[in-house]
Nanobody, 119 residues
Framework: EEQLVESGGGLVQPGGSLRLSCAASGFKFSTYAMTWVRQAPGKGLEWVSSITSGSSYIEYADSVKGRFTISRDNAKNTLFLQLNSLKTDDAGMYYC????????????RGQGTQVTVSS
């Protein structure tokens, strides 16, 4: 059974950092591009970042460029998102999903991990 499990969210002050993880199982993780998306309270899903299977291509939304870093460890079937210089606008539920940028699959994503940015 294909499964994606996010972790690492929490409460952080503005300017703080978090590292999100997404543990993948049930499919050949190393052959798939992966994506992080987020959803702020009362808003729709927003694409955040994508990475190709071999990490050759990486893209970020303008809103997070220079502050967030996506990476993956194919040997451990794990996707990461390092969040630095967090802003209140970064708060929301963060999901990992299979696919790349506009082609990420909304039916193939985890349950999410909550990021709260507040002083």
């Amino acid at each position: 059974e294909e499964q994606l499990v996010e972790s690492g969210g929490g409460l952080v002050q503005p300017g703080g950092s978090l590292r999100l993880s997404c543990a993948a199982s049930g499919f050949k993780f190393s052959t798939y591009a992966m994506t992080w998306v987020r959803q702020a309270p009362g808003k729709g899903l927003e694409w955040v970042s994508s990475i190709t299977s071999g990490s050759s291509y990486i893209e970020y939304a303008d809103s997070v460029k220079g502050r967030f870093t996506i990476s993956r460890d194919n040997a451990k079937n794990t996707l990461f998102l390092q969040l630095n210089s967090l802003k209140t606008d970064d708060a929301g539920m963060y999901y990992c999903a299979i696919g790349y940028k506009g082609n990420w699959d909304s039916d193939r994503r985890g349950q999410g991990t909550q990021v709260t940015v507040s002083s």
